[in-house]
């Protein structure tokens, strides 16, 4: 994945003490080797509980197809996350000590809060709360804030479903949030850091996402359940940030997925081949800035199995 997120509410009237306390995890965490053992555990049988699953083996297989990072190993277990690295020298407790001083950065993060104080008043919040966050440069950030009585709509920056009462601050110190310009994919060329004032670089470059395949690769795959399923992906070496104002892959979505008559869909139901057709982007990089997968999933018939040809032929006429 290319992100993570906390988020939760607490009663207006606690909402600076939550805030204290969120703070005080992201900027000065215990990581105590205990609570690392324990949360170890409990990935490891989120991974267990996953094993028996054709959606979570096919995830993994489509990242198998790609180039590191993105072929890592998407979960993790007690081998990999503890024994492995144990038995190699490694202290996890203070690897995860170092991956947070890297990774959990003032520079990085991006926060949005909703509540019925003044914007003053939450900024001022804010910005106590995560002063104390790692940074290299402690780089300016960018705030924007806006109460819903100005405007009506009951949502500014992309953060929506804010109360009349409410007023909200965004603070992103990687572009401007109200620009999609400056939040858009850098070269690919870009190194690991970014010069003070420009864009920081996406986790994963386009030119690292993808293997060094000359052509379409088709994978055929022995689930556990019965299943008849066709996905069809395609590589976009840009992220949603770019164009985000018109979305053209979700314009193409539509035009490739609706069930009208003259339709994909329309076409190969009437043959008995398929049972649905949805067309989107991939869920777990949903959020890349750099790249996408934009993908066709059918579930076929019987007979759309033994006709796959003609069911993939069909797509790339649609």
């Known amino acids: 994945m290319v992100h993570t997120k906390y988020h939760f509410k607490v009663h207006h009237s606690a909402l600076q003490g939550a805030l204290q306390r969120f703070g005080a995890m992201l900027s000065s965490p215990l990581i105590a080797p205990d609570n690392a053992a324990r949360e170890v555990e409990n990935v490891h049988a989120e991974y267990s509980r996953n094993t028996n699953s054709d959606g979570r083996k096919l995830l993994q297989l489509r990242r198998s197809l790609c180039e590191a990072p993105y072929s890592n190993f998407s979960t993790g ?20 000590k170092d991956l947070w001083g890297q990774s959990y950065r003032s520079d990085a993060t991006c926060v949005a809060v ?45 953060v929506a479903d804010v109360s009349q009462n409410s007023s ?4 992103s110190t990687e572009g401007d949030p109200t620009n999609p310009a ?15 004032g420009s864009v920081a670089v996406h986790r994963y470059p386009v030119d690292v996402v993808v293997c060094g395949c000359s052509g379409p690769n088709l994978v055929c795959v022995s689930p556990q359940r019965d299943l008849r399923e ?24 539509h035009l490739l997925g609706h069930e009208g008559v003259g ?10 081949l398929v049972q649905n057709l949805s067309v989107g982007t991939g ?6 800035r750099g790249w996408m997968f934009w993908r066709v999933q059918v579930s076929l018939t019987r007979a759309g199995e033994d006709a796959l040809g003609h069911v993939l032929a069909t797509i790339y006429r649609g």
Not at 145 to 157: I, P, V
Not at 183 to 196: M, V
């Open 114 to 158: 909703v509540g019925p104080q003044d914007p003053e008043v939450l900024l001022q919040w804010v910005q106590e709360t995560f002063q104390d966050m790692p940074s290299p440069g402690k780089p300016e950030s960018i705030v924007d804030s806006a109460s819903s009585q100005s405007n009506g709509t009951g949502a500014t920056s992309g």
């Open 182 to 196: 400056s939040l858009s994919a850098p070269a690919a060329d870009s190194g690991s850091g970014a010069a003070a």
């Open 283 to 288: 869920d777990e990089v949903r959020l890349a």
């Open 77 to 96: 277990s007690i081998n990999t996350l503890w024994q492995q690295p144990t038995d190699n020298g490694v202290d996890v407790p203070a690897a995860l």
């Open 230 to 253: 066709l996905e069809v992906s395609w590589y976009i070496p840009q992220g949603m940030m770019r164009h985000s104002s018109t979305k053209p892959w979700s314009w193409a979505a």
């Open 263 to 272: 339709s994909v869909a329309h076409l190969l139901k009437a043959q008995g």
């Open 168 to 171: 909200c601050i965004l603070i």
